[in-house]
């Protein structure tokens, strides 16, 4: 295992030291696929596509684009290093800073994944790509794996999993918590929920009010129930505002700032008092008039590019298919799918009043919809296949 800790440096040039070190991780990763393959854990005849897949991560950074165009991507490496040769020494402090604790925890849960190295920011990809493929072995035992190749080639997914971010960690623990949480998984939900809680709050709210709704409240023996849950998450929300407003508040002028043409340092043009939230029913105004946008953007008219574009065209895709799924089988009739939506429907209210930066939005919108719809689908084709006996 090569790291800052073992060799001295990190590699932030496209130079021989990168191309040795990424093409041992693409190696690495590749036995892997052929042991899985080998032993029929996943199924030979996409041998060849799986294994131009992974190698997705060698075309992005410094071909695609400079590492720079995505700049998180080397606090992530140097995290992940950090916490490699300091163990849990380098969280210290972390509960002091606003964001700075998710990016954090973040990189101590990615350093537990193996790799041959962890010298670059292509390195992260590499982790992200084996993630991608345990990923893979789950779900293809539950779903057909020549379906479940639709999933992982949505662009934005090739994309984030190539590089080196948390966006992929983030999707593949909701996924794990919303399989878990219909298949009636207690603690296995529960420990990806609070996984997802500690690295990406916003999403995490939703994760663990639908993981209540379901064993706690037992609203998928009940609708009655889950009306019941959903008025008192709502007046929580509205009541208790005062807990957590300010918290919220600063969220939203944080990632205000990451929108400013300033940045976090020179921006003067954010005002915190015209952002500030100030009741919980003002919270709810907003979720209400930020939502569609959240939903939508870029709008036709705001497209500037071929990136955003592509962009709009995507989510537009996944937005027929959650319709094909959820009306084509009737999955509006089962309360297991409203408790999904409820999670879904948090996630995304929070996600709408915090996001301000075009390509934030995207880029968390994505690592929403993604897991949702592919837990959905699950869904879909377990109720198509309860009805086959009654057609025969």
């Known amino acids: 295992m090569f790291s800052l800790d073992s060799v001295g440096f990190l590699i932030t040039d496209f130079n021989l030291f990168y191309v040795l070190s990424e093409i041992a991780n693409y190696i690495y990763i590749l036995i892997i696929l052929v042991f899985l393959t080998s032993f029929k854990l996943l199924d030979k005849d996409y041998f060849i596509f799986w294994a131009f897949y992974l190698a997705t991560p060698l075309l992005v950074n410094y071909i695609l684009f400079h590492p720079s165009y995505m700049g998180d991507q080397e606090a992530y490496v140097q995290g992940v290093n950090d916490f490699i040769s300091e163990g849990f020494l380098s969280l210290s402090g972390f509960t002091s800073q606003v964001l700075g604790y998710q990016l954090k925890i973040s990189t101590a849960i990615l350093s537990f994944v193996p790799m041959v190295s962890y010298l670059s920011v292509t390195s992260i ?3 992200n790509k084996l993630m991608v493929l345990i990923l ?3 779900l293809s035992r539950k779903i057909d794996q020549k379906n479940l190749m639709y999933f992982f080639i949505v662009p934005s997914f090739i994309l984030y999993s190539s590089v080196g971010l948390r966006d992929v960690l983030i999707m593949v623990s909701i996924t794990l918590f919303l399989f878990s949480l219909v298949e009636r998984r207690f603690l296995t939900s529960l420990f990806f929920a609070l996984i997802v809680i500690f690295i990406k709050i916003q999403l995490g709210l939703g994760l663990l009010i639908s993981w209540a709704l379901m064993f706690i409240i037992r609203a998928d023996i009940s ?11 709502v007046a929580a929300a509205i009541l ?11 969220y939203r002028y944080a990632f205000a700032l990451e929108d400013c043409p300033g940045s976090y340092y020179f921006c003067t043009s954010v005002d915190p008092e015209a952002l500030r939230i100030n009741s919980g029913i003002g919270l709810i105004w907003l979720v209400i008039s930020s939502v569609p946008l959240f939903l939508l953007k870029p709008l036709p008219w705001e497209i500037s590019g071929i990136f955003q574009l592509l962009t709009f065209i995507e989510v537009c895709v996944m937005y027929y298919f959650f319709y094909v799924f959820v009306i084509k089988s009737k999955l509006y009739i089962s309360n297991t799918f409203w408790i999904v939506v409820t999670s879904l429907a948090i996630s995304t209210a929070l996600l709408a009043v915090t996001s301000f930066n075009l390509g934030t939005l995207s880029r968390y919108r994505f690592e929403l919809l993604w897991p949702y719809l592919m837990v959905i689908y699950f869904l879909y084709i377990k109720h198509e296949s309860s009805k086959e006996p009654e057609a025969a």
């Open 240 to 250: 208790l505002f005062g807990s957590y407003g300010e918290l919220l508040n600063i």
């Open 136 to 138: 893979l072995l789950f």
């Open 125 to 127: 990809g590499f982790i």
């Open 223 to 233: 609708i009655i129930r889950l009306q019941i849950g959903a008025l008192i998450a």
